[in-house]
């Protein structure tokens, strides 16, 4: 089989399975690198969560008046 061939076997089987990305190259860390606004859009989605954890919290321990929780 050549590597023609190869590649478009693997894509007519991934486009039938309706597979977006092989799981095997999620297992091995990216040599990208990363913009500064992506990261600073990260860890600003990341506080966002944060505090809705903790506001979702504090509403918890007020609603059975259990003592605070550590942080994760």
């Known amino acids: 089989m050549s590597q023609a061939d190869y590649e478009a076997a693997v894509a007519a089987f991934l486009s039938t399975r309706g597979v977006t990305r092989c799981p095997t190259v999620c297992a091995v860390p990216t ?11 990260y860890r ?5 969560k944060e505090a809705a954890r903790l506001e ?4 918890l321990q007020q609603l ?3 003592p605070p929780l550590a942080p994760m």
């Open 31 to 41: 040599q990208a690198t990363v913009a500064e606004a992506d990261r600073a859009a």
């Open 44 to 48: 600003d989605y990341i506080a966002a």
């Open 56 to 59: 979702k919290q504090k509403s």
């Open 64 to 66: 059975v008046h259990l």
